[in-house]
């Protein structure tokens, strides 16, 4: 960038300043990105499966305005990200092999890696774990703004803990602008599902969040089942692991519950996958949310939490939600329904 483009950038910025006092700074600029964080500041980042919330991971007193500024409960680690496997996987103390073959065929991808950390790595950032998470994202201007500082950025998603993931800049102006510094906006995100998470308790590989890599194609990797453990409240395997998350802020019951609820209230919202799906009617009329009309998968995750966020908005009575099928990215839609229609 030259000394022109720099400066117009500050007088831009000094312009939104003025007029927007309230809101953060969305820009495009990778360089002005790069020293807001050098200088400890909050920039929320584009990735492919959502938008992140980055600080400086070695500077303990970014990372913890991540937490203020999320209202997210210290006990929730944070994912740490680079530009390369080289460049993250030096953060951890060992990598077992099948750690590096899947940073090797999966990244920069939707995979998050939990490995023991180094101790250069601040216990705010793994919530006094001795585990740290990795990941290497997959958007073209984090990769440069990564490529660019020579500290991991630490990037829960841009959204006050609880709700809903953003998966465009716009989302995190509307949730987060009063609370962070800049906003580096890089579109709509490709995946738009979180990451799928990856450890390795006693050795063996451990999916502990379903997310935006299916499931089976880290078997097809590794060449063999993996475990997949379901989280708890009472004791989540991954921390932050919450059933209750994502919450769009009303009543919201998935289909194969209905039987409690049948029949539902004069308009409320269905959410459904399809559109050869079999809504349950009767005579009352009800919005409906296609997450998909061609039935593909990968277009319903984009579209998840767009709806789920465009319902959040409205006032309906109750919401439906119809699980979509069980397979590749339909386990982690399904967890994200689930949970954003649980009361505890
Ligand atoms: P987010 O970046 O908001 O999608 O959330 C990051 C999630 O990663 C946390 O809520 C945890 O579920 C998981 N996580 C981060 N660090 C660890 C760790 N050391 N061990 C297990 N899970 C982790
Ligand atoms: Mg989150």
Known sequence: MSIDETGQYVVEILHQRIFAAVTAITLQSVPVAAKALRNGELVAIPTETVYGLGANALDRSAVANIFAAKNRPSFDPLIIHQSSADRILAYAKEVPAEARLLAAKVWPGPLTLVLPKKKEVPDLVSAGLATVALRVPDHPLTLELLAAVDFPVAAPSANPFGFVSPTSAQHVQDQLGEKIDYILDGGACRVGLESTIVGFPGGVATVLRKGGLPVEKIEEILGHPVVVKTHS???????????????????????????VLYPYPSGSAA???????????????????NLSPSSDLNEAARNLFAVLREISKADYPVVIAYPVPEEGLGLAINDRLRRAAARE
Not at 241 to 246: I, K, P, R
Not at 278 to 288: C, E, P, S, T
């Open 271 to 289: 959410i459904i996958f399809g559109n050869e799906h079999q809504i349950m009617q009767d005579d009352r009329k009800l919005d409906v949310f």
């Open 233 to 259: 409240n009472s004791q989540p395997e991954a921390p932050g692991m919450l059933s209750q998350h994502y919450s769009p802020g009303v009543e919201m019951w998935i289909a194969e519950k209905l039987n």
